[in-house]
């Protein structure tokens, strides 16, 4: 059997008496996007920052094609391909949107001419070729989020994990950054989702997650998760009808 791209096992995470990450477990296989969604609170950006390394989890073990991550330190587990983007973009302000990318690219080139390459293909990816010299902190939110998907492509990972990439967007680039979303599993690379959009999440993922107040409450297909009672009562609720419409 294929070993999984992402094996998370039995995750627990605590803040002083706040359990914020209960016993969670799931896998991601390669090639695979799989959506973690839940309510505000759940537990999602802690379970990405117990994945990453940025937390050591209280309890469990976390799996990165077959090795042992567990609280490794961020840089070390960028550099095996397991790479994320952050909830709260924090692009470099005064560098350009090139520069940016740059020193992502940096991870694996290490001269300036095949780093300049690995930028300008990923800018041109991203749909940010044109803006690559104005200065980041000019751009718009949603050229802020590209950027920051810029960024992490730069160091040519296997995998990805996106948080709230597409908050704040409007229709056209939701539109937008789920084409980007298929054209990176097409170019081979996992994915995995944090997201509230479902309309722009459901039609892309092969499977969903969730997460209710720390715990796993239901993992299957976009159909199966949606028909799911318990996670129309947790989350979905008025938002997101079982056949897929908005309310
Ligand atoms: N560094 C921290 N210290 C203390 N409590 C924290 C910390 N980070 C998160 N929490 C708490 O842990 C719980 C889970 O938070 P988390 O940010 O992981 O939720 P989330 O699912 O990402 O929510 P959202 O959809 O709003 O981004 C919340 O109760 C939050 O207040
Ligand atoms: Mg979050």
Do not use: W
Not at 23 to 35: A, D, P, Q, T
Not at 135 to 158: F, H, M, N, Q, Y
Not at 189 to 212: C, F, G, K, Y
Not at 224 to 230: F, H, L, Q, S, W
């Amino acid at each position: 059997m294929q070993e999984p791209m992402l094996d998370v096992q039995n995750v627990t995470m605590k803040f002083g008496s706040l359990v914020a990450n209960e016993n969670v477990s799931f896998l991601v296989k390669k090639g695979e996007i799989v959506s973690l969604i839940g309510p505000n609170g759940a537990g999602k950006t802690t379970l990405f920052n117990c994945i990453t390394g940025f937390y050591k989890p209280y309890a469990g073990r976390v799996f990165f094609k077959g090795k042992d991550i567990t609280g490794l330190p961020t840089h070390r587990i960028t550099a095996m391909g397991l790479t994320r983007t952050f909830q709260i973009v924090k692009p470099l302000k005064e560098m350009t949107v090139k520069e940016n990318v740059l020193t992502g690219a940096f991870l694996r080139m290490p001269t300036k001419k095949e780093a300049e390459k690995v930028a300008e293909e990923v800018l041109e990816m991203t749909g940010l070729y044109g803006k690559k010299d104005y200065l980041a902190g000019s751009l718009t939110i949603a050229d802020k989020k590209r950027l920051e998907i810029a960024r992490v492509l730069a160091t040519k990972p296997e995998m990805i994990m996106l948080d709230e990439a597409m908050a704040g967007l409007n229709q056209t680039e939701i539109k937008e950054a789920m084409e980007l979303c298929l054209n990176l599993r097409d170019r081979g690379i996992t994915l995995l989702i944090v997201e509230h959009i479902m309309e722009a999440i459901m039609p892309i993922s092969d499977r969903v997650v969730v997460l209710n107040a720390g715990k796993k409450i239901a993992e299957g297909s976009p159909e199966e998760v949606t028909n799911n009672e318990e996670v129309i009562k947790a989350y979905l609720g008025e938002r997101y009808h079982a056949k897929g419409k908005k309310s």
